[in-house]
């Protein structure tokens, strides 16, 4: 089995009460707990039943691991974004990476009409183990990064934008198209697909690392 | 009247002695000609009744002005290509700007995974009237350069690429939703269009300049 | 740096306090500042926090600049819109044009289905620097337009129209494809990105024209 | 049953053996035959088959009537088109109205952008029973017309344009669309069956007329 | 000029203040008045202003004729719809035939799934000027239509339905493509249109009926 | 596992003499093999290596069983078309039943736009077990023959077609939102699939009947 | 006629009063009465005026025999889905089989992204008549059952999903392609359909077989 | 610089003389090179130009490195395929690896309507650092996959398919959706970038493990 990886609720369409049902289920089965897109009704009912659980309503996301203990992290994943409004993606990103056990940092504002924003924080760009790029309206950050980096990108396409951006379409067909050969992509708003395989690849590299 | 334009003729789906037989008409009406779309026959069959029309056989268009005196061509229109397949695109754009009497120079093959082969020409992006840039695949190169120039840059979608770009509509989305305000677009694979658009933009600079 | 423009904010997104606290900031910096796409809650903040800035509500924008000192706008700018729906688009577009200091005027409802009431004001078209078309539903008057001027006319597809409109999708498309060569285009209600395009196109008409 | 009716083949994946063999049949069934979408080889082997079979090779139609007697045809039924391009489909559609028994006339090449054009035939316009509208690209002209007459206006979208026109989505999207009230649409080049309905409504109109 | 015909007005998006304020100019111009898409708040407004309006809340429309006398109607057209849901738009086609003057007859939930039902009506078919049929879902009423009558039919496809019909697209693409060659399209849900249309038609035969 | 099941091969995309080793494998071990979407190549070749296998060139499919004797077949499946162009999916349909070892009949050319052509065979549709449609076009025969019959339908949209049809779409869409209740659909031109669930059916009702 | 069938109503755009007329009238004839897409204001409703009817709030659907006689359900049908959110779906499939009078029994949960799960129903899964595979997201389910059993299987596509699934029809189109032969399909959330259909098969079998 | 990385020539639209001059040039600046998408023609002509250089005409590559002395490849790439016709893209994704100096191994035709033939390989499936799924038409082997690792999964839909797989667009949607959480997903056909984004994965993973 997956040890060290929390059980993850997809709480959309679900009720306050059921979602509660199952965090303490879940609790009670020793595991540790994670919940992404969670409504407001759900939070608020969350924060009455599991007080010291973590919730990021920024992100949309509950956290309720087993231990209160700090834990050790590990890897080093970073998570940009080009505009403001792509942060929702990019904090339910971090928060998968944190439950997953693995350490994230974020830059947030560096779309590409503003090169040189983006290009003052190559150092960090390039010590990454992972580059997770959120950018909604024409996706074409995943693009530049890619050309700047020699590690994977996972491109993160958001429904930001108006008319022809079509929910994040745009973004999506942009990032699939990345002239940047290491750039993978997933679903729109699918910040914690990105997250989980992050968490995967950075794990790994820790790992063996470690094992060594 | 709209003097000092050439005849503009859309050779697309015309039988060769049909082409010829417009230019025929133009050249005894006293007009300049100029013919985009022009496929091998075409090409071959205007070459044996207007040997000295000059024929571009990548941008795929014939010129035919009524005078060989060399003449002033005015303004100044820089044409980028991201990539080396957007070359008959951005031909035929900087053919449509010499028949319209404006002064024109490319930069190819500085798609935005290379940044540093873009930022190098800096200057020269930055003396520009307009910009046009052509570009297929994810088609992230107007953003890039929509943050580096003060002028209006003019962004062709071209169809090269595979896949998800679906015949240009990925680079054109990519486009529309340009995060760079100063960034308009024309169809799929349109060189003529956006050069004769720049064209009219240079040629009222000029005039204006001119007859201060 | 880009002297004699605003900084602009877009604000759909945000929340009233962070859509102040920038436009708090910009002033500070002493920078003129203008803002679209403000809600009514927005709206109704900014009101109370900076009674002195002009407010659009059709256009749904608000303009700040530093000083309340009469400016002297530049160049020529027309823009028309094919129905009456269509004016807020329009205003969006009208009041960048004033924020980016050039001068511009409106003709409205001159959709190509009562052809008399466009041709009225033929002498009025052919005078601009810039035509501006803002239309939905069958998008069909920039390509008339087109046919009429000599300068360049850059075409906004607006989401009014119902059913096969597909929120501007077939106006969009009207225009990338319109008969008439120097017809340029931008995003679905992107009335910014027109007005600030046609700002850079006449602010260098002027400039030149005033630096001779 | 519908007397004075044509049989019509479709003559698109059939055989010219097949094809033939149905106006055999139909030819001793003592009915009049019209044929469209008729290609290269089906056309050979019919004029072979049938030498006095009338052929179009531009509108791919074979009109077969059982009596060379002269008709009286009727109606008054216009055909316009945007483009050159446009006349196969045109032909195909004055074809159709002609094997319906109903009179017609085309004036070609008078799209939106060359208002002028269009304007000089408005007399011609407004004595028709029916205009027929046929277009590609944007496909403006059924709006522009149908401000102009007072008949039912059928709009016929075509295939010709590049990129963005879609094979023909575009301009049908702007036909469906049309701003003027008295405008409706068939498929993409179905030149067919705008004439048969034209023929349907001008052979009502003057069949009162008569009868009175 | 149209003489005869309503002035009408698309009251979406308007304000009720708005809408009433185009209703009185145009009494006051002495012109007949027929407002579409009325929406609850515009209906009650208008119901105090003009209480001897007209109003269908089913079909949405304001009917305001200068004349209170009664009018006689000419022609003969048939609206038919698939299922009950198609009222609305059904409605908004029967209220604009009487704006116009056009006689009218409806017959509902006739469709092809009950075969029977439609066919008991075969007499009332044939004996129209134009058929009319509104249908949503798979649309498919109007090729059956189009093979039981001689005379022009419009398809009014409706928003009807779930999944895959994409708000109105499938019945438009089967209506398209109806197998009947008679058969003319408009926008979905645009069953103005189609009466206005029929109206034109139907008048046009009953004028030359009359004047004969 | 399923005794009585051909192995079944897609020849798409595969070499000729890849075919026939795949088609000889079977042969050894003593397996029913069918191949459909064998394209002429393929079936030239096979020809030569099998010549006792059963080619049917119209449903592009080829047929060899072990066993030359005569085979008694179970069930009673309908194939009806609503053109004739959809003959080829027919037959793939039509073989595919045979190869699975029941019994059927096709009916052809039974659009809806010529009713009384379908209703003539009513009682044979009301003795079907399955009824399998295959339309193109408008795709509307599967909605008016599931009103008719008692049993399920399989709805099978073909290609053929041009403009709106999409390559099979509009069928495709026709279909999926028939309003007769039991209609199922299945891939464009996959007359294969359709036959495969329709033997599956036919075979369940026979065998329980047969075992009784 | 079809006995034994229940007449079936859907609710959706109908008023409470409305749906509740329709019941009453089916009653009054003697017939067994089915609704669905029953919203919550209609289920009072129906609750006050038939408080006998049995109502499901998850599947949204309201069913009313006219004897409350327990009934013999014939056949065996098997109700799978790949979430929990696809709950509601499979409710108004398995309310639909009560009421065509088939038994059925569900398995709820049993996604592709877990195979354990699904593998462990495997003989319940191979002794069903049919197999109603009901899944969201990636709709990949039904190719996996579709290899594991010797039934016919019917997809049904759900509207449970984000992003990319566009409202179901990512889900629609893996179930139209999936690999396994025996797979058929409905319309987006078609619950209904795909329990009529079954019921039509089971019974078939059923009948044949009690018949014997 | 990327050091251990060839240099990528993307062959398509290049003629053979203008790839082999690429070629040539890399050569001699000493770099590793890769072509994809080389054509027949390209291929033969680089076959005369470079006998020695290494060719895969399945997956339609080249791969010339400079020294022919035998490298140690790293780490573990696994990938696996759907059908038998997705072989080509499977191709380019191996060679890619191989180029980018990473040991992998492939799966071929493990689709998931055979689910034993895939299950037979988990332990190999659960050794990788990586996995890579390639898969046309239903495109749910790599959710299937996901459920059954714990390494990251890149998903490569293939344009394999027919009809409503639109090109690879059904497979990709399925991806897209995943119902496993560790998929990424890259451009229809993009072998390449699959391969060249696991081989940053797994060159990260064995670089950290050797350095230890
Ligand atoms: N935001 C998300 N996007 C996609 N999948 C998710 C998301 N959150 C959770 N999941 C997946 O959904 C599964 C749980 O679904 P459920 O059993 O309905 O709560 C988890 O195993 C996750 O893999
Ligand atoms: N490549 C092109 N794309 C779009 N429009 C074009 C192109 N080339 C020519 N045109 C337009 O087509 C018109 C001539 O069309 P035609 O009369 O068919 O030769 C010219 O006036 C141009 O405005
Ligand atoms: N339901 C409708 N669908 C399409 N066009 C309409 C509709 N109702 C009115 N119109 C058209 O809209 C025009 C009036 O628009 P407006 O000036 O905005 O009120 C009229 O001349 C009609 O041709
Ligand atoms: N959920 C549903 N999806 C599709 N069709 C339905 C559904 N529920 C009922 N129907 C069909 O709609 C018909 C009744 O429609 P109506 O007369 O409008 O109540 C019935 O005969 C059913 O075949
Ligand atoms: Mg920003
Ligand atoms: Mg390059
Ligand atoms: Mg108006
Ligand atoms: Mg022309
Ligand atoms: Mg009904
Ligand atoms: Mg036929
Ligand atoms: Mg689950
Ligand atoms: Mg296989």
């Known amino acids: 089995d997956r040890c060290g990886y929390p ?31 969670v409504n407001d ?20 996301t ?6 209160t203990e700090p834990r050790t992290l590990v890897g080093n994943v970073l998570v940009l974004t080009a505009g403001t409004g792509d942060l929702p993606v990019a904090h339910e990103t971090l928060n998968t990476l944190t439950a997953m056990g693995v350490q994230s940092q974020r830059i947030v504002d560096v779309g590409v009409a503003g090169l040189h924003r983006l290009l ?3 150092p960090t760009l390039q010590s990454a183990d992972v580059v ?11 693009s530049v990064v890619g050309g700047l980096v020699d590690c994977p990108v996972i491109a993160v ?6 008319g022809t951006t ?4 745009a973004p999506l067909l942009t990032m699939l198209n990345a002239c940047s050969a290491g750039v993978v992509t997933v679903n729109i708003d699918a910040g914690f697909k990105a ?5 995967l690849i950075a794990r790994r590299v820790a790992k063996r690392n470690v094992s060594e």
């Open 7 to 37: 059980e993850v609720i997809f709480a959309e369409g679900k009720t306050p009460e059921w979602t509660a049902g199952v965090v303490e289920r879940l609790r009670q089965a020793g595991q540790d707990c994670f919940a992404t897109r």
């Open 41 to 60: 009704d759900q939070a608020a009912y969350l924060a009455t039943r599991f007080p010291d659980g973590i919730q990021d309503r920024i992100g949309r």
């Open 62 to 67: 509950f956290w309720y691991p087993q231990s």
């Open 120 to 122: 003052r924080h190559l």
């Open 132 to 142: 997770i790029v959120v950018a909604g309206m024409d996706g074409a950050l995943p």
């Open 157 to 162: 396409p958001t429904s930001v934008g108006y």
């Open 166 to 169: 079509f929910g994040g379409v």
């Open 195 to 199: 997250g989980y395989t992050a968490a």
